[in-house]
T-cell receptor, first 112, second 113 residues
Framework: AQSVTQPDIHITVSEGASLELRCNYS??????LFWYVQSPGQGLQLLLK??????LVQGIKGFEAEFKRSQSSFNLRKPSVHWSDAAEYFC??????????FGTGTRLLVSP | EAGVAQSPRYKIIEKRQSVAFWCNPI?????LYWYQQILGQGPKLLIQ????????DSQLPKDRFSAERLKGVDSTLKIQPAKLEDSAVYLC???????????FGSGTRLTVV
């Protein structure tokens, strides 16, 4: 069965510093991979997705992610974090008929 | 375009009571999903509808949870009777036919005391 691991429960980054959130997946075939962001009291917003092709994917809000098949990873990056990026981030893999399997999330804290 | 509407936003009930959540998807979206998000965990699929038919309900605890999508539009999710471990945010999402074109609602936060 498909699974997603996000090894970091919390990460604190200084405003203006770079960010990398880790995601590892388990899937037998070529995966469909996603990153979502969730602010308090809000639903999930899609940041970016990977289906095929270029392994470096650009998303909204200045985020990007790189698919590395050899490492079964899909890490999310941002070169310069803003205070408004503080939120919870979820990595997910597509499963079955258009359903998603999510990781446990990484809470990002941004320090001044 | 209007988003996915969910109500209520918050609900507090005692264990063994019943509760119902409502979801109105984006107009024209054929597929509707209910996910359960327990605090500290990622969302987990409960049930998926395609129009008014069930596609996947393998993770729905059918002894206490039920869901329906009448006329292929709105959907309700019911819990009867509720347990303490049902405390969670219940997220509804809808999508057009096509690869994972999800839009999530803001969710209903259920607290069972």
């Amino acid at each position: 069965a498909q699974s997603v691991t996000q090894p970091d429960i919390h990460i604190t980054v200084s405003e203006g510093a770079s960010l990398e959130l880790r995601c590892n997946y388990s899937y037998g075939a070529t995966p469909y991979l996603f990153w979502y962001v969730q602010s308090p009291g809000q639903g999930l917003q899609l940041l970016l997705k990977y289906f095929s092709g270029d392994t470096l994917v650009q998303g909204i809000k200045g985020f990007e992610a790189e698919f590395k098949r050899s490492q079964s990873s899909f890490n999310l990056r941002k070169p310069s974090v803003h205070w408004s990026d503080a939120a919870e981030y979820f990595c997910a893999v597509g499963s079955g008929f258009q359903t998603l399997v999510f990781g446990t999330g990484t809470r990002l804290l941004v320090s001044p | 375009e209007a988003g996915v509407a969910q109500s209520p936003r918050y609900k507090i009930i005692e264990k063994r009571q019943s509760v119902a959540f409502w979801c109105n998807p984006i107009s024209g979206h054929a597929t509707l999903y209910w996910y359960q998000q327990i605090l500290g965990q990622g969302p987990k699929l409960l049930i998926q509808f395609q129009n008014n038919g069930v596609v996947d309900d393998s993770q729905l605890p059918k002894d206490r949870f039920s869901a329906e999508r009448l006329k292929g539009v709105d959907s309700t999710l019911k819990i009867q009777p509720a347990k303490l471990e049902d405390s969670a945010v219940y997220l509804c999402a809808s999508s057009l036919d096509g690869p994972y074109g999800y839009t999530f609602g803001s969710g209903t936060r259920l607290t069972v005391v």
